[in-house]
T-cell receptor, first 115, second 114 residues
Framework: GAVVSQHPSWVICKSGTSVKIECRSL??????MFWYRQFPKQSLMLMAT?????????EQGVEKDKFLINHASLTLSTLTVTSAHPEDSSFYIC???????????FGQGTRLTVV | GESVGLHLPTLSVQEGDNSIINCAYS??????FIWYKQESGKGPQFIID?????DKRQGQRVTVLLNKTVKHLSLQIAATQPGDSAVYFC?????????????FGQGTTLQVKP
């Protein structure tokens, strides 16, 4: 399967600070990357879709100014949580878009805790 | 968001028994479905997939059944082992656009008792 590397695997930050999460697609050139968020004991919910060389698209209710997405290359997408608050504490997971009808692979996830 | 944000139901089975995990999907136009296993603190791991032109697909110790009439998927795990303990999600790929965007079901926690 595709190899997706996400970093860091966990991070603790203070309220008001920003945190950057990196997602690397190691063996697949991803023009599009999906970012999911998962709260404890809940399902994965798509937050946004990053596009290499263009602006990201955000799902309804997700603040684009809070969750900054950059897709700098075909192998790297980053999600920056700006001015983090405790309610942003969650598990963030990335997945490169390999096209419709194709099994999707996921990063290991990043556990963000905002204190 | 489109997935259901409820707490996960739990299925508890005895080691060696068969497990059946169910999932209802939302869009009758969805034509590709995947089951994922997620262990604590990790990303989802692919188990098996099925396309809408099939109603059954078998893998190693796992079988997925698709009932398009009632928009229902099930995952059957034969001879369940302690290592199968995890959360299981179904996901649907809708035909809008040509993307692999997935909509996840609510998930089921599988607990295997030794």
């Amino acid at each position: 399967g595709a190899v997706v590397s996400q970093h860091p695997s966990w991070v603790i930050c203070k309220s008001g600070t920003s945190v950057k999460i990196e997602c690397r697609s190691l063996d697949f050139q991803a023009t599009t990357m999906f970012w999911y968020r998962q709260f404890p004991k809940q399902s994965l919910m798509l937050m946004a879709t990053s596009n290499e060389g263009s602006k990201a698209t955000y799902e309804q209710g997700v603040e684009k100014d809070k969750f900054l997405i950059n897709h700098a290359s075909l192998t790297l997408s980053t999600l920056t949580v700006t001015s983090a608050h405790p309610e942003d504490s969650s598990f963030y997971i990335c997945s490169p878009d390999r096209g419709r009808g194709t099994e999707a692979f996921f990063g290991q996830g990043t556990r963000l805790t905002v204190v | 968001g489109e997935s259901v944000g409820l707490h996960l139901p739990t299925l508890s089975v005895q080691e060696g028994d068969n497990s059946i995990i169910n999932c209802a999907y939302s869009n009758s136009a969805s034509d590709y479905f995947i089951w994922y296993k997620q262990e604590s603190g990790k990303g989802p791991q692919f188990i098996i997939d099925i396309r809408s032109n099939m109603d059954k697909r078998q893998g190693q110790r796992v079988t997925v059944l698709l009932n398009k009439t009632v928009k229902h998927l099930s995952l059957q795990i034969a001879a369940t082992q302690p290592g199968d303990s995890a959360v299981y999600f179904c996901a649907e790929n809708r035909p809008s656009g040509n993307t692999g965007k997935l909509i996840f079901g609510q998930g089921t926690t599988l607990q295997v008792k030794p």
